[in-house]
């Protein structure tokens, strides 16, 4: 192909991503990227449906977690998109992250050995993403027990935002308002810029403490006060957590 065409390849990713699979239909990156990006959701499939059928033969140290990561959430995006049979999509999605996880924890191993002989000690070559959408999914399939163990070991590997919403969504889901709010205390604990939650935790009192004094409205604007007991309570748990 001409350089001058090549370079309408270049007007975006999802373009540059086509060219490149057809360019090297046998290399699982260009489908991983488009499984990601392409809005429509039976094409995405599709290319995650590729990316499986090039890695599912390669043992874990050989394979690429991150690919799997990408697939098990476009399988769940596929699920909360569909009108019937979201289970089925839900169980493809925890299938490829527990795959994931499984090559996760191969490289962990591998890393932590290495580290040994080197006479580096108690490093930790986890990676977040696998643990978040784990948690995630089996959150879709009302698993709910294993979500937060899931979430929880992610939140040791790394304290974004993110991973406190799932966690309080999920204590949210059994109904456990006290430890769904400490969850959201906790990331703000650690991280008080993390405004997401600042909101989540306003809107979760007023869901469930309306008649607290756990939010102050001042000159219109609503925020956490500090001086209820309730929201004392529920900071010195989460500090204690975090």
């Known amino acids: 192909r001409s350089t001058y065409v090549r370079n309408y390849d270049w007007a975006s990713e999802g373009l540059l991503m086509a060219s490149a699979a057809e360019a090297a239909p046998d290399s699982y990156k260009p489908h991983m990227l488009l499984s990601t990006i392409l809005k429509d959701h039976g094409r995405a499939v599709a290319e995650a449906d590729r990316t499986v059928e090039i890695l599912d033969g390669l043992p874990d140290e050989k394979n690429s977690m991150k690919a799997y990561v990408h697939v098990g959430a476009c399988y769940r995006e596929q699920g909360d998109w569909v009108a019937s049979g979201k289970e089925l999509w839900y169980r493809k999605s925890l299938a490829a992250l527990e795959h994931a996880r499984s090559i996760e924890q191969t490289f962990d191993r591998i ?3 290495e580290s040994l002989r080197r006479g580096i000690r108690n490093a930790n070559f986890g990676w977040f993403p696998v643990y978040l959408e784990l ?13 937060l163990a899931a979430l929880e070991h992610g939140k040791r590997l790394d304290f974004r935002a993110p991973v406190y919403v799932e966690i309080s969504a999920a204590y949210e889901s059994l109904g456990d308002s006290r430890q769904a709010a400490i969850a959201l205390m906790e990331g703000l604990s650690i991280d008080p810029s993390q405004t997401e939650l600042a909101t989540r935790l306003v809107e979760l009192y007023r869901k469930t403490e309306p008649r607290s004094c756990a939010v102050r409205e001042t000159g219109g604007s609503r925020g956490i006060d500090m001086d209820c007991p309730l929201v004392r309570d529920h900071l010195c748990a989460a500090l204690a957590n975090a």
């Open 135 to 147: 948690g995630r999914t089996y959150q879709r399939l009302s698993r709910t027990p294993e979500a």
């Open 111 to 113: 890393c932590r050995r």
